[in-house]
T-cell receptor, first 111, second 117 residues
């Protein structure tokens, strides 16, 4: 079966660093994506990993370990506007390249 | 950048009505589009893969006769919720990727909030 797990909720302080973890077990793998979603809006793309290691993009970094089926999203210098849901998604590859989303993590940034 | 447009953004209708949602890729051709459903405080659940010129591929547990998908052109896919009932009320989102860019992310429409009374 397919399983993509994330913590349901997290709380962090403005200016701090937070790490959101994602573990996955899928039938195929052709990349892992992180999306941000504010309430009532569509997801917006944050980062992509297909090889092991760290990808850095401004305040956001994402790490992947394919052997462990594990990824994390690191958010630095947290701002109030970072309060949102963060979705981990695995692209299965093959003919369709469909995305399977994880359970999502609701992050609350406090002053 | 790649843009996906979804219409309508909000629908309220009576039980038993059929509702059509459109998903358009505005600046690229998409042979494949994806339809998701999202209930409050939950993640996106893939419903089906829409394939241009052929039948859609539905995920396990999704009724193909209930959720009709048509992908008649390279820029348009439609999802019709037939004989909608209150339990079909949800946020429906489509996505697509430009062809030949397997490492690039899917781009999402703004979503359609469907409320069945």
């Amino acid at each position: 079966g397919q399983n993509i797990d994330q913590p349901t909720e997290m709380t962090a302080t403005e200016g701090a660093i937070v790490q959101i973890n994602c573990t996955y077990q899928t039938s195929g793998f052709n990349g892992l994506f992180w999306y941000q979603q504010h309430a009532g809006e569509a997801p917006t793309f944050l980062s992509y990993n297909v090889l092991d290691g760290l990808e850095e993009k401004g305040r956001f970094s994402s790490f992947l370990s394919r052997s462990k089926g594990y990824s994390y999203l690191l958010l630095k210098e947290l701002q109030m506007k970072d309060s949102a849901s963060y979705l981990c998604a695995v692209r299965e590859g093959g003919a369709t390249n469909k995305l399977i989303f994880g359970t999502g993590t609701l992050l609350a940034v406090q002053p | 950048g790649a843009v996906v447009s979804q219409h309508p953004s909000w629908v309220i209708c009576k039980s038993g009505t059929s509702v059509k949602i459109e998903c358009r890729s505005l600046d690229f051709q998409a042979t494949t589009m994806f339809w998701y459903r999202q209930f409050p405080k939950q993640s996106l659940m893939l419903m089906a893969t829409s394939n241009e010129g052929s039948k859609a591929t539905y995920e396990q547990g999704v009724e193909k006769d209930k959720f009709l998908i048509n992908h008649a052109s390279l820029t348009l896919s439609t999802l019709t919720v037939t004989s909608a009932h209150p339990e079909d009320s949800s946020f429906y989102i489509c996505s697509a990727s430009p062809p030949g860019q397997g490492t690039r992310p899917q781009h999402f429409g703004d979503g359609t909030r469907l409320s069945i009374l």
